[in-house]
């Protein structure tokens, strides 16, 4: 199975891209979607599609993990979030890929085992399970492979699916 983790926003799109066989992971890429702050927004909404269209067609994953929105404070930054990953989800949905959808608490009790773990211990064990000499920057990028991770324990669970 192919897993793209993405965690999502507009200036950093994380993403990770997972092949999960029997227990065994290989990194097929990972990195970040960025767009500059001075952009106008519909256009950063344009190039994160464009970019993450390019990934689904070059990996074909069958899965997208991506990390549930929750609302902080600042509603502007909530709402601009909301549009990207809507985006993100679009992208996913026209290149034939499922949505399963996992809360921070869930991806840190899957990586870690215990769902209030740091963010730097997510990250490490990450890095130790797939190998890495180092944790992936920027946090986004490395947030995204816990992601992929994620889904790849808990993958039998069909209550994560949008359908």
Request: charged content about 20%; overall charge positive; glycine content about 6%.
């Amino acid at each position: 199975m192919v897993i793209l983790g993405i965690d999502p926003g507009y200036a950093i799109v994380g993403y990770g891209i997972l092949r999960y066989d029997k227990k065994r992971f290989t990194i097929l890429d990972y990195g970040a979607v960025t767009t500059p702050a001075g952009m106008d927004f519909p256009q950063r909404l344009l190039e994160i599609y464009q970019d993450l269209s390019f990934l689904f067609q070059k990996y074909q994953p069958e899965v997208m993990s991506i990390e549930k929105l929750f609302f902080n404070t600042n509603k502007k930054t909530a709402v601009d979030v909301a549009q990207a990953r809507g985006v993100i989800l679009l992208a996913a949905k026209n290149n034939g890929a499922d949505v399963c959808e996992y809360t921070p608490l869930q991806v840190k009790q899957s990586v870690v085992g215990y769902g209030r773990a740091e963010k730097k211990q997510v990250q490490e064990m990450t890095r130790q399970i797939l190998g890495l000499s180092a944790v992936p920057k920027p946090d986004d990028t490395a947030d995204a492979l816990a992601l992929a991770l994620c889904h790849a324990h808990s993958s039998n669970s069909a209550i994560t699916r949008i359908k």
